[in-house]
C-alpha cells in the first residue's frame, strides 16, 4: 500500500518534470521524484541508499539544476520541436516502456517466494567498503575530484584571447 | 503482481518518462533532468534485485548504487557545467540552435 503511494509519487513528480513549460517548476517536481523514490529504497529496507539519494540527488544535484537554470536566461519557446519529431519521438518511448513491461511480465525468474528481509547495516557496508570494495572507492574518489576539477575549469570565465 | 516485478514496473515507467524527457524536450537543462531520472530507474532495478534476489548479504546491489549515485553527481556537475559555458557562448540553451557544427 505505501509502496503505490509513493511509486504514484514518483511517476507524477517524474512526469511533471519533463512536461512543465516553467523549468523551476520542473526542478521542484524532480525534487519530489528523488524524494519519493528515497522512501522506496527506505521500503526496500536499503536505509543507507535512502539517505544517500536524498542527500546527493536532492541537496546537491536538484541544487545545482537551479543553479544553472538561475545562470542561464531561458528564452520562451519550450518544447517547439516540430510535430514530426516529437510524433517519432512519443512512438519510440512507448515502444522501449511496451518491451520493458512485457519483458517483465513474462519473466519466469520473478515468481518464487518472498525471502526474508535482508540485512544492510551500517556497519557491514562500511566493512564491504573498506575491505571488498576499497579499489573501486579510491577510483571513486579520483573520478569525483577530476569531474569537480573539470567543472569547475569549464565553467569558469575565459581569459580574453591575446593577438 | 509479486512485489519484485512491482519495482521493476516502477523502474520501466521511470526510465521510459526520462527517455520521453531527452527524446522530446529541446532544453538541454530537460534533457539531462531526462537523464537523470534514467539513472535512477536503474539504481531502483538494483535495489529491488538486491532486496528479493538470492545472496543479499554479500551487498553487491546496494555497492552499485552507492558507486553509480557517485558518478551520476560527477556527470550532473559536468553536464551542468558545459551547459553553462555554452550559454555563454551562444546565449541559449536550446539544443536546435545549438547547431554551428551542422553539415
Redo the contacts between chains.
Sequence with gaps: ML?TIF?AL??AG??A??SLRN?VH??LS?IL??AG?AA??LL???Q??GF??IL??VG??AI??V???L?????G?????SQAS?NL??L??IA??GT??WT??S?AA??HA??P????TMQ??GT??MVR?AL?LEV?GL??TA??I???T??L?EKQERP | MTPLSSCLMLSALLFSVGFAGVLMRRNAILILIGIELMLNAANLNFIAFWRYGSAPEALTGVMFVIFSIGVAAAEAAVGLALIISIYRHRKTTQIDRINSMRG
Design positions: 509502496f511509486a514518483t511517476i517524474a512526469v518534470a519533463i523549468l520542473s526542478v524532480l521524484a528523488f523514490l522506496v529504497y526496500l529496507g536499503a543507507f541508499i544517500a539519494q546527493v540527488y546537491a544535484v545545482l539544476i543553479f544553472t537554470i545562470l542561464t536566461r531561458n528564452d519557446t519550450f518544447g517547439t520541436s516529437w519521438g512519443a519510440i518511448v522501449v516502456f520493458l513491461a517483465i511480465h519473466s520473478l515468481q518472498l525471502p528481509q535482508p540485512e544492510a557491514q557496508i564491504a567498503l570494495f573501486p571513486i573520478l569525483l569531474a569537480l573539470g567543472a569547475a569549464i565553467a570565465h
